[in-house]
């Protein structure tokens, strides 16, 4: 399992839809970035100049929105994932 450093989180994307709401199928170039994903696993958090951590907001399971341009894509075990640090989520979705 991938364990990420600091503060950041690792995510898994939520698929992009494939079809609009008026039912017109999209092309795959066509598709918009997903900018919401499910936390699979946090970081320690942030380490102060003072050797102190600060603990990070967001917990393993939560759904959270981020920048549409954030995070690093990683694959492993044949799944793809996304590296994201704290700073560069947005919202959790409740």
Known sequence: MLKPLGDRVILEAKDEEEQTVGGIVLASNAKEKSQT???????NGTVL???QTVPMNVKVG?????DKY???EVSYEDKKYLVVHEKDLVAVVE
């Open 70 to 72: 954030a995070g690093t």
């Open 49 to 51: 100049d003072n050797g």
């Open 37 to 43: 994903g499910k936390i699979i696993a946090v970081g």
């Open 62 to 66: 939560d759904t959270v929105v981020y």
